[in-house]
Nanobody, 124 residues
Framework: QVQLVESGGGLVQAGGSLKLTCADS????????VGWFRQAPGKEREFVAV????????YYSDSVKGRFTISRDGVGNTVYLEMNSLKPEDTALYYC?????????????????WGQGTQVTVSS
């Protein structure tokens, strides 16, 4: 059973950095594709980044490319999102999610497992 818990969010000034953690208490997600998504108030949930089970493939949304880095630990049950050069428009509730196959990696409904989210607020 995949059980995802996000942590690491907080309040940061523009230009600052945060590192989010997505931990799987069920210790099975090493076989899964893991994605990060975010949802700002009044907006739809949007794709941020994805990593495959072997950590050999990573994709990013255009809005975060070059600023955010997704990675996973050696065992593979923990996935990180390192966020640098943060902007006020990065403010959102950040979720990690897991799925079995890599297809439709940017599509919210294709993910079977979701965490509860961690809030990131970037002040100007």
């Amino acid at each position: 059973q995949v059980q995802l818990v996000e942590s690491g969010g907080g309040l940061v000034q523009a230009g600052g950095s945060l590192k989010l953690t997505c931990a799987d208490s069920g210790r099975t997600s090493r076989r899964y594709v893991v994605g990060w998504f975010r949802q700002a108030p009044g907006k739809e949930r949007e794709f941020v980044a994805v990593i495959n089970s072997r950590a050999s493939i990573r994709y990013y949304s255009d809005s975060v490319k070059g600023r955010f880095t997704i990675s996973r630990d050696g065992v593979g049950n923990t996935v990180y999102l390192e966020m640098n050069s943060l902007k006020p428009e990065d403010t959102a509730l950040y979720y990690c999610a897991a799925k079995v196959d890599f297809g439709a990696w940017g599509v919210v409904p294709s993910y079977q497992y979701w965490g509860q989210g961690t809030q990131v607020t970037v002040s100007s």
